[in-house]
């Protein structure tokens, strides 16, 4: 092993600097008492493909920003291998993501509480949700108005989305003013981290502003390799920078090592250092420093599928998908960042529970007047329009394991989608609901043919292999480093996110959800990221909130 070239200490030493990584980077030194390091493995995020909104296709496929993680061959879907782009860049996957902000639903949170992440319910969480939050609207009792990640609708300039909305009104489901306030279920607007028309990531939000503190000192393109010990207790991280080749050096934590790389990477450095299943470990040729049979386990993801329809009218966006028209949007985003450039283009989403005795919902809508797949590569050929249809609750669990001991070396991802048989009948109702919607008077005027799954779809036989075939990731990946109670043989986190049975080392992504959240990821990533902040400090927590939240009264027995 090469002699280390270069060590230095720090209080805290973060790794990754995602959308929790770089709110801790943000809080932990705004006092200026402590001393913070921050590796992140991917470059910097100035590039107008990322900042640029409707680009996000580009950054999302790119090798430059991109880990290219890909899943095992998905045995429930035919051997499929899918995409799970996660963040290599300054931001983590909040550069290179979609820019919903979704938090979830209420009771999502108390469900973890009850799993064993004592003081993340509820009522407890939304004060941090509102304390990272600045609403272009305004706040209240539920959103934030002076937090620093910007949050915005769209302009719902496209008739579509109102036809949306409407027509989802029209088959019996409510309109909701705010998906992120009291009422979850229903249709209406989606919101954005977007901001003057710029993708407004974790990095533009939280890092950005403290990079010029002189106790924080963020290290680009440092591939962390593993956490330094000495007995079970976290002292440092090795890393390299400029790939294997590159001298291994060490950053060394007076205080506390905090693991923020994700999803899929953080339980992958928790094993590259020894910590989890021992017999896996030692399968992988790696020493092992505390047997943690949950590190890797419990791996969870959203699927969905784009249910697509021909439109009668030249109002969607595929006439700007010629390099003329796109050329023409980026140069006015670039002069004026406003027009087409400056959206994402998911103004108007749904919630809904797919059948009676469900309590919150369990499908969710994005809607694009388009038709095109989520990574840009399949274009419908002439008008279209498109809802991203997907359960929220799969059954389903995977796990992240090692190749072996070499950190470069990319780990197994297996999701296992589709393996519990309450999955396919959830999938099923999505054809058969969005279908419904989709059949309303609110489309009269621009509903052509069903392109995608297609008319002639309709049995479980048929729709199954539909499923099977065209479900995606919603690149929701998460769970693979579970908070619990200390006593849970399976929990890789206690509620203070300390790695149980070891000391001075704690996990801060999304990887330490219990269970998956009702919505996009990145805004409870934040949310934890400034809930966790509290706790390493030792902070008193926010005061709880007494905000209601609404359920359905007639779950049980109604299905809207």
Excluded at 28 to 42: I, K, N, P, Q, Y
Excluded at 53 to 63: C, E, G, K, R, V
Excluded at 205 to 229: D, G
Excluded at 480 to 505: H, N, Q, S, T, Y
């Amino acid at each position: 092993m090469p002699t280390p070239t270069q060590d230095e200490a720090f209080d805290y030493v973060i790794v990754g600097a995602g959308s929790a990584g770089c709110v801790l980077a943000n809080r932990l030194s705004e006092d200026g008492r402590a001393t913070v390091a921050v590796l992140e493995a991917g470059g910097g995020d100035r590039s107008p493909v990322i900042q640029m909104p409707s680009a996000l296709s580009i950054p999302m496929n790119s090798p430059r920003y991109d880990w290219r993680y890909e899943s095992e061959p998905e045995p429930h879907l035919g051997g499929r291998v899918l995409h799970v782009p996660r963040g290599r860049v300054l931001g983590g996957s909040s550069s290179i993501n979609g820019m919903v902000y979704v938090r979830g639903n209420a009771c999502d949170f108390d469900g973890w509480a009850e799993q064993g992440a004592a003081g993340w319910d509820y009522r407890r969480v939304l004060p941090y949700f509102r304390r990272a939050e600045s609403r272009e609207e305004g706040g209240d009792a539920y959103r934030g108005a002076d937090g620093p990640l910007h949050t915005s609708y769209g302009p719902m300039a496209n008739p579509l989305y109102g036809a949306f909305v409407e027509a989802a009104e029209q088959a019996g489901y409510a309109r909701t003013d705010d998906v992120n306030g009291f009422r979850q279920e229903g249709f209406g607007r989606m919101d954005r981290t977007i901001h003057a028309g710029r993708r407004w990531s974790a990095a533009n939000a939280y890092l950005r502003p403290a990079m010029a503190r002189p106790n924080l000192r963020v290290t680009p393109h440092a591939m962390a390799t593993r956490v330094l010990f000495e007995g079970r207790r976290a002292v440092g991280v090795a890393y390299r920078v400029g790939g294997p080749g590159g001298p291994e050096r060490r950053a060394m934590a007076r205080r506390e090592v905090i693991l923020a790389g994700g999803a899929i990477n953080s339980p992958a450095l928790l094993k590259l250092s020894g910590v989890g299943p021992a017999r896996e470990l030692t399968q992988a040729g790696v020493a092992v420093v505390h047997d943690l049979p949950g590190v890797g386990e419990n791996l969870q993801d959203h699927l969905e599928f784009y249910f697509q329809v021909a439109s009668l009218q030249p109002i969607t966006l595929y006439s700007s998908m010629g390099l003329v028209s796109k050329a023409l949007i980026g140069m006015r985003w670039l002069a004026f960042k406003d027009g087409l450039g400056a959206t994402n283009h998911f103004e108007s989403c749904g919630f809904i529970r797919s059948r009676a005795g469900v309590r919150w919902p369990d499908i969710q809508y994005h809607f694009l007047p388009l038709a095109i797949t989520y990574d840009g590569r399949s274009l419908a050929s002439a008008h279209g329009f498109q809802a991203h249809v997907g359960t929220m609750r799969s059954k389903s669990r995977g796990h992240v394991r090692l190749r072996g001991p070499d950190p470069f070396a990319k780990p197994v991802i297996r999701f296992n989608y589709m393996s519990h048989p309450d999955d396919w009948a959830e999938m099923r109702a999505c054809v058969r609901l969005t279908r419904e919607i989709f059949a309303q008077a609110a489309f009269d005027p621009y509903r052509g043919e069903e392109i995608q799954p297609g008319a002639d779809v309709t049995s479980d036989e048929a729709i199954d292999a539909f499923i099977r075939d065209k479900v995606e990731s919603a690149y929701h990946p998460c769970g693979a480093c579970r908070m619990g109670r200390p006593d849970d043989p399976m929990a890789v986190v206690d509620p203070d996110l300390r790695v149980i049975g070891m000391e001075r080392l704690r996990v801060a992504d999304t990887s330490v959800f219990p269970t998956i959240t009702t919505g996009n990821l990145n805004a409870p990533a934040i949310m934890l990221g400034e809930k966790a902040s509290d706790i390493i400090r030792g902070l008193d927590p926010l005061p709880a909130s007494n905000a209601p939240v609404y359920e359905a009264p007639d779950w049980r027995t109604r299905q809207r």
